[in-house]
């Protein structure tokens, strides 16, 4: 019989800890109403008592968002509980989670104390806390490295004072697989009381184990994950939700399961990319750019005759459209027939065969072989085969205290157009006069700035992702001005189907 795995986002919380990363309360909202579209069972959306501002999120994130546990951090000191009660005064369902280190090094060096302290704090924090909400989660700071004997006396302490789910960190992400799932085991195995309590796993990256000893935990008794989307977290980063989640959706032969919506696990990921400032790395598990993309000619092969010979998830069942066949040195026939159908041209086996002679030789010095290139190996004129759009003119209207607006100026095919729109940025408001213009439903999936030089002459490059009618297209472009080459980028990606 499947068991429910509990998901403990916390994104807003752990997540937030990045440097460069913090969110306004608007965007905790945003982020917030989109965990809760997730289907995530508790969202930790912040630490109350650290700064006014992370109060005030706690507060309006219990307001404006309903389904899921809305959960506070603290630490096990009466004031800060005090903060986290007054924080979820508004929320549908509550939960405090309060917690001290139980580590040797933390008791000695960080709170100049002993372990029957550290016992007698746990149990005090606990019970203040039920004074609050019935839902008191306690947190083992360093239970990683936490003798395991000592860990099961202070869990069985809180249990018996009333906490109902138990936190046993890997705080430093010290630990192997094999000597998490023993430590929950050793747990499940010797705490008197533990069927009065889920035992929950909280792992972080730091030697790249997170999900590994996740998985580990869950299959020696844990039944709640504390976990990121895209694994964002302090230093290395915490355990990434959307490969939890998979593992336990694609694995079938785990008797586990979550009642995470899947198809809005893309979403969520450039959501929190976007929002954060936090670009994710190509070839990250599950949401990454080349996640689903195959380069190899005998993969591509594979691909095209039969998805499942080399992908173990379905790109849509994640919320991405399709899989990307890309075209490089290493592609094959197939590959190149493929993108030659997707343009409506249609070759004979020996005009495949003299078209993929020039691609090899394209590709051999050219990282990204495009559409314009294709239709020119053929001899098709990209002019005759498709409207050329170019950026004729910019001018944007920005700054302090001002409505961002940016007049656009396109050649469509020969025909100067105009149109002026106001955003939340320079960027936005010329994006949206160009939708003007080009008057198609097209949605920004990605939207990358890299630094390819350094100093005041620096030159910004520029990758755009775009969505039309349940296709993905690519953009490119480069230059000192980021705004021009922004919609440039813009540009080049809608050119690609208009």
Not at 157 to 171: E, L, S
Not at 380 to 403: P, Y
Not at 421 to 441: E, H, M
Not at 474 to 485: L, M
Request: charged content about 25%; proline content about 3%; overall charge negative.
């Amino acid at each position: 019989m499947e068991q429910k795995v509990y998901i403990f986002d916390t994104t807003l919380r752990d997540g937030e800890q990045v440097p460069g990363c913090q969110l306004n309360t608007i965007e905790k909202i945003e982020l917030a109403k989109s965990l809760e579209l997730l289907k995530v069972d508790i969202i930790e959306c912040g630490f109350p008592v650290s700064s006014p501002g992370d109060f005030q999120s706690v507060v309006e994130i219990s307001k404006n968002v309903t389904e899921p546990v809305i959960c506070a951090l603290t630490r096990a000191v009466e004031k800060d509980i005090d903060a986290a009660a007054d924080a979820l005064h508004f929320a549908r369902r509550k939960r405090i989670h309060t917690g001290i280190g139980t580590s040797d090094p933390h008791i000695k060096y960080k709170f100049n104390s002993n372990r029957e302290e550290i016992i007698e704090r746990a149990v005090n924090a606990v019970r203040y806390a039920r004074k609050f909400v019935d839902d008191v989660e306690f947190y083992a700071e360093d239970a990683g490295r936490t003798e395991n004997e000592y860990l099961a006396r202070v869990v069985e302490a809180v249990i018996k004072a009333g906490t109902t789910v138990v936190n046993i960190p890997d705080t430093t992400g010290y630990c192997t697989p094999w000597e998490y799932g023993e430590k929950i085991r050793f747990l499940m195995e010797n705490v008197p009381n533990i069927d009065k309590a889920i035992l929950s796993t909280h792992c972080h990256n730091d030697l790249g184990m997170a999900t590994a000893n996740t998985l580990s935990g869950i299959m020696n008794g844990a039944r709640q994950v504390e976990v990121t989307i895209n694994g964002i977290g302090e230093r290395a980063g915490n355990t990434s939700l959307e490969e939890v989640v998979m593992i336990l959706r694609s694995r079938k032969d785990l008797p586990f399961y979550t009642d995470v919506d899947t198809k809005q696990i893309y979403k969520n990921s450039r959501l929190v990319s976007t929002l954060m400032r936090m670009p994710v790395q190509p070839n990250k598990a599950i949401v990454g750019r080349n996640a689903f993309a195959h380069s190899s000619g005998i993969h591509q092969d594979g691909v095209l005759k039969n998805k499942e010979s080399y992908e173990i998830i379905n790109p849509m069942d994640v919320g991405v459209n399709d899989s990307v066949i890309a075209l490089t040195a290493r592609s094959g026939r197939a590959a190149l027939n493929h993108h030659y159908q997707r343009l409506g041209i249609e070759l004979t086996p020996e005009e495949l065969d003299h078209a993929y002679e020039k691609f090899l030789l394209l590709a051999d010095t050219k990282k990204d072989v495009n559409d314009s290139d294709l239709l020119i190996i053929v001899g098709v004129n990209r002019n005759e085969a498709q409207r050329k759009i170019r950026l004729k003119f910019l001018q944007v209207i920005c700054g302090k205290n001002s409505v961002p607006m940016a007049t656009v100026k396109l050649n469509i095919d020969g025909e100067i157009c105009q149109a002026t729109a106001s955003g939340n940025g320079p960027i936005d408001a010329a994006f949206t006069a160009v939708k003007k213009l080009i008057n198609r439903k097209i949605i920004v999936e990605e939207f990358l700035v890299q630094a390819i030089t350094r100093g005041c002459n620096d030159v910004g490059k520029v990758h755009v992702q775009v969505e039309n009618r349940g296709h993905l297209y690519y953009g490119f472009s480069a230059n000192t001005d980021i705004v021009t080459a922004s919609v440039e980028a813009f540009v080049d990606a809608i050119s690609k189907f208009i």
